[in-house]
């Protein structure tokens, strides 16, 4: 199977900056599809960035000009920068993983990390 695990989180001040890196392990040839999700307090989780095996990526419009995703694919990682936190990126961050090939062939299922909090606090 699949484990991703978070690190990075923590308490930041408005302004500020951290990383957040994820790193997949197990059965893993590669993965095409890596994306951060976010839920903030009381609110639903949303896709903050997504970055393809190839390169491409898509970002939330929240995350724009701030937030940049990274993958490192032989390190089987995905990073992300996070400038100009705002006290509303306050969530739960969450890695996520698609499209996952195993020497037997592709997962069917998709995969989750168990979250890491980030707080933008003064």
């Known amino acids: 199977q699949v484990q991703l695990v978070e690190s990075g989180g923590g308490l930041v001040q408005p302004g500020g900056s951290l990383r957040l890196s994820c790193a997949a392990s197990?059965?893993?040839?590669?993965?095409?599809?890596m994306s951060w999700y976010r839920q903030p307090p009381a609110k639903e989780r949303e896709l903050v960035a997504t970055?393809?095996?190839?390169?491409?990526?898509n970002y939330a419009d929240s995350a724009k000009g701030r937030f940049t995703i990274s993958r490192d694919n032989a390190r089987k990682s995905v990073y992300l920068q996070m400038n100009s936190l705002k006290p509303e990126d306050t969530a739960v961050y969450y890695c996520?993983?698609?499209?996952?090939?195993?020497?037997?062939?592709?997962?069917?299922?998709?995969?989750w990390g168990k979250g890491i909090l980030v707080t933008v606090s003064s």
């Open positions: 996520h993983a698609a499209k996952i090939l195993s020497p037997a062939g592709y997962y069917g299922a998709t995969y």
């Open positions: 970055m393809t095996g190839g390169g491409s990526t």
């Open positions: 197990g059965s893993i040839v590669a993965i095409d599809v």
